[in-house]
């Protein structure tokens, strides 16, 4: 079954945090069908749809093929990384510095995986706590 992002705004997925409103980077990514489009991703990041491919850990298959992109997996994954860009970019700045950070900087609490790493591997809710974690004042 696949979800639409519209189904997911009534819960507050993907919005500001502490707000209705949702993200720039949500508003941006968003396609007219109501899914996060892996294109359109890709052009925010001034990058590809296999560089997308790559950091979601989908298949190339997974993020060109409509029907594959709109699946219930490719969604919930597409999701996360924009739910942790979103969490993480008032921290850094802008959403270029935020998807810097998600590729490149190191975890100290994993053992120095990066955000994208994590979330390939399906820990995407292990890199939430984390961040609120920290937000908290918690230990990095």
């Not at 409103?21 to 001034?46: C, N, R």
């Not at 979601?56 to 860009?85: F, M, P, W, Y």
Request: glycine residues 8%; charged residues 20%.
């Amino acid at each position: 079954m696949n979800l639409p992002y519209n189904s997911y705004i009534k819960t507050g997925i993907l919005t500001a945090k502490g707000t209705d409103i949702m993200s720039e980077l949500t508003l941006q990514v968003i396609d007219a069908d109501g899914f996060v489009s892996p294109k359109k991703l890709a052009y925010q990041f001034h990058t590809t749809i296999k560089d997308i491919a790559t950091i979601s850990g989908l298949s190339i298959d997974s993020v060109t093929k409509k029907n594959r992109s709109q699946a219930l997996s490719s969604q919930k994954r597409l999701k996360e990384i924009v739910l942790i860009l979103n969490r993480i970019t008032p921290w850094c700045g802008s959403i270029h510095q935020a998807y810097a950070w998600f590729r490149s900087e190191s975890l100290p609490s994993f053992g120095g995986l990066t955000a994208e790493e994590l979330v390939k591997d399906g820990m995407a809710d292990k890199v939430m706590h984390y961040l609120a974690r920290t937000s908290q004042g918690g230990y990095a």
